[in-house]
């Protein structure tokens, strides 16, 4: 190639270079072809050329990094790995003018990709061989060179090679520690394995000071930029990979002293200093008493409460992932909650502050005990904090939390004065026909229940009390906005988290709610309705007691659902959540009382209406009829449903026989139709779940079942070409009726699938 100044001929090499591209990345080219090929270097002459067509050094770089990618193989391309390696280098003091001259970022950020690509083709000696032959340090040198930069563009283009060496030297690292040396050789081996790298990751880090650091011009909390937050769960990610070689404390240790040293810091200084402190403490064991976390915790506690807000939501962020580390050590636990609470006012920091205190209160249950009233009387006072709806549930679920750990009668009383707070606002929000916040009531009293864990030893739960205080008000408002599909998903949602928290002692509001939800069902016909039903069979169908309530609760919804909205296959398409939810129910009672369900009146419609729906492609809706078939098929076979079908199991197999008897032959003639194309290939695991469990139950009728669909397979195209052979059917059929297990079964549909593609 010869240089030109021609706009042309910048085109012409540029399709050059991408042919060159191409052919090095789908051709095994040897490598005597390569070295001898002038091409293969001639992009280097661009990239040296700073006033280069942009279009032009694009394409170059694509062509150095598509040679670098095959040097990846350097046993067979050692001599091209060479030769490319001392072009690269050359490349840098190019970089570097790049960088001084500004308006030349572009390339540079090119080169950044040339200088990565080598990184990762040499990354495996750079793990096991490091400073030796293509493991020399150099090209990662070279990198930390891009990193000093303060790009972010040239950050997330090299993300991926330090993912990749993390992963290398843990994996040398777990050879080295689970091997068989003996156990006084294996600490020094590991210094061996992880001592090169460790200046590396220190040096990363202290560039992330600076490439952390938000504009000073920004407002908010640090997430509220969504483009600051997606590089920063990036480099969280990275960082949390990387930690184990220098240790997380000894880089928390780092970080801390760069923010204490060196003069006055701005605040977005020490807010970048904080972010990295806090990805370093996800490493930091409860039970460590490193003077550097108490160091860290009084510069923490010491931030002027009018310092800029970002600075203090990543200092409560730094609290939140100390958690682990505060139950092992209490006693700092009432400055760090007064350091919160005294912020929680600000604006935009409530929900960060509540949220910590949620994290708090999680990990150190029994030890926030003492604390207990404190954060009461924050509930008490949310209003005048104007504290927000999100931040108000992370309140009450952190005070859910240590109720759980709270005596009976304290329990008791704490769950009813929390609910009645909210109960205030739900009545108002509902009087006023405001549909956001009952929703968001709603959402407030669900959050005290669902982290509320008692350990109910000693007869009825303490909170029964209060749910059951608070039904009349629940089911005046289902039946009042039950046209409100919004306002009934929270509604189930509450309910759901009440029934689960009570257990057994919610057996009194069983009969009343299925009362509710059944009118309510025949008005609306949402599906959280049979979502909330099959949480009351999972918790109530072992209580004989309960049984008629839930069977004829099944029969009502089976007869609605079946008429209004599965009707037909179109019907099954057009309301795929409903079919989600209403097949889970019934999974529900084939996994609990099995014969309730078999035994009602619509099995049979249930069954049809499931066979059609064994092609959907909607994959919720296809697992929860497979799952019912699966289920339906080893009810009276399997032990694991001997328990619900004591002394019932012969009438349980008779009426199992008759079903399949009648339907066996459209349950495998749909399943293979789905083998041959008619859902998408990432279903037909749940279809394979559904033959094997035929072929454990009834082997002899599944040949013949087997053998009458395989016959109704097109064989040609409408045009006349083979599809399948008679010869890969009698594979098929022989693999089908003789796996080992359902693995097997899924290989053999998916085999099979893949000759209708």
Request: aromatic letters at 8%; a negative charge.
């Amino acid at each position: 190639m010869h240089k030109s100044a021609g706009s042309l001929d910048d085109s012409v090499k540029s399709l050059c270079f991408q042919c060159t591209s191409s052919w090095l990345r789908m051709c095994n080219v040897p490598e005597s072809t390569l070295t001898q090929c002038q091409i293969i270097m001639a992009p280097f002459e661009v990239l040296k050329d700073i006033e280069a067509d942009n279009k032009l050094y694009e394409a170059a770089c694509d062509c150095v990094c598509s040679a670098l990618y095959v040097c990846e193989h350097t046993a067979e391309y050692s001599n091209l790995a060479l030769a490319l390696t001392r072009k690269v280098l050359q490349l840098v003091n190019v970089f570097l003018t790049c960088i001084a001259a500004e308006d030349t970022i572009d390339k540079a950020e090119e080169l950044c990709r040339v200088f990565t690509e080598m990184a990762e083709s040499f990354l495996e000696h750079i793990a096991n061989t490091p400073g030796e032959g293509f493991g020399d340090l150099v090209s990662v040198q070279i990198l930390l060179k891009c990193l000093e930069t303060g790009s972010v563009p040239m950050a997330k283009i090299m993300l991926n090679f330090w993912f990749r060496l993390s992963e290398e030297v843990f994996r040398r690292k777990e050879t080295v520690e689970y091997g068989p040396n003996a156990s006084e050789l294996k600490a020094q081996q590991i210094e061996d394995v992880l001592s090169p790298y460790r200046p590396i990751i220190q040096e990363v880090v202290h560039h992330l000071i600076k490439l952390m650091q938000l504009e000073t011009e920004h407002t908010g909390v640090s997430t509220s930029n969504s483009d600051v937050k997606e590089f920063r769960t990036d480099i969280f990610d990275m960082i949390r990979d990387l930690a184990f070689i220098n240790g997380s404390i000894n880089l928390l240790a780092y970080v801390f002293k760069s923010m204490v040293e060196g003069g006055q810091k701005s605040w977005h200084q020490v807010e970048a200093h904080l972010w990295l402190i806090e990805t370093m403490c996800v490493g930091v064991k409860p039970e460590d008493d490193n003077p550097v976390l108490l160091e860290v915790l009084k510069a923490l506690l010491s931030i002027d409460p009018v310092a800029h807000v970002a600075l203090q939501s990543t200092a409560l962020g730094v609290l939140s992932e100390l958690a682990r580390w505060f139950n092992q050590h209490p006693d700092y636990l009432g400055n760090v909650l007064t350091f919160i609470c005294s912020r929680a006012h600000v604006a935009g920091l409530g929900l960060p502050c509540m949220s910590t205190v949620c994290d708090l209160a999680e990990a150190c249950q029994d030890n926030m005990i003492p604390h207990f009233d404190a954060l009461l009387q924050v509930a008490a006072q949310k209003d005048l904090l104007n504290l927000d709806t999100p931040a108000v549930i992370q309140l009450l679920s952190a005070l859910g939390f240590i109720i759980g750990k709270l005596s009976r009668e304290a329990a008791e009383a704490a769950v009813q004065q929390l609910v009645q707070q909210e109960v205030v606002g739900l009545e108002a929000a509902a009087n006023a026909r405001n549909m956001t916040s009952i929703v968001q009531y709603l959402d407030r009293i669900a959050a005290i229940f669902k982290n509320i864990t008692y350990a109910n030893k000693d007869g009825v739960h303490p909170c029964q009390s209060v749910v059951l205080g608070l039904w009349p008000l629940l089911s005046t408002l289902g039946t009042e906005f039950v046209a409100e599909g919004n306002v009934m998903e929270h509604w189930c949602r509450l309910i759901r988290f009440c029934l689960r928290l009570l257990e057994s002692s919610g057996k009194p509001l069983l009969s009343p709610l299925l009362l509710v939800l059944v009118n309510m069902y025949d008005q609306q016909q949402h599906s959280a309705f049979l979502y909330l039903a099959s949480v009351c069979v999972d918790l109530f169908a072992t209580d004989q007691e309960c049984v008629p309530f839930l069977t004829d609760m099944m029969s009502h919804f089976s007869n609605r659902v079946l008429a209004a909205h599965l009707a037909s296959y179109q019907d099954l398409v057009n309301n795929p959540h409903t079919v989600d939810d209403y097949y889970r129910l019934c999974v529900r009672f084939m996994q609990n009382i099995p014969l309730s369900l078999i035994q009602l009146p619509c099995m049979g419609s249930i069954v049809n209406r499931a066979l059609a729906g064994m092609v959907l492609q909607h994959r919720e809706a296809a697992a929860s009829i497979s799952r019912f078939f699966t289920d339906l098929i080893r009810c009276a076979s399997d032990s694991a449903y001997a328990s619900h079908s004591a002394g019932h199991a012969d009438e349980l197999k008779r009426h199992l026989d008759v079903l399949l008897q009648e339907n066996g032959a459209a349950l495998v003639s749909q399943v293979i139709q789905a083998s041959c194309g008619a859902v998408p290939y990432h279903l037909l695991n749940l279809h394979a779940d559904v033959l094997y469990a035929l072929l454990c139950v009834a082997p002899v009728p599944l040949t013949r079942w087997l053998q009458q669909a395989l016959g109704g397979v097109q064989r040609t195209t409408m045009t006349g070409l083979q599809i399948v052979t008679e010869e890969q059917l009698g594979t098929f059929y022989t693999s089908l009726t003789s796996v080992s297990g359902s693995r097997a079964m899924r290989c053999a549909l998916q085999e099979f699938y893949s000759l209708f593609r």
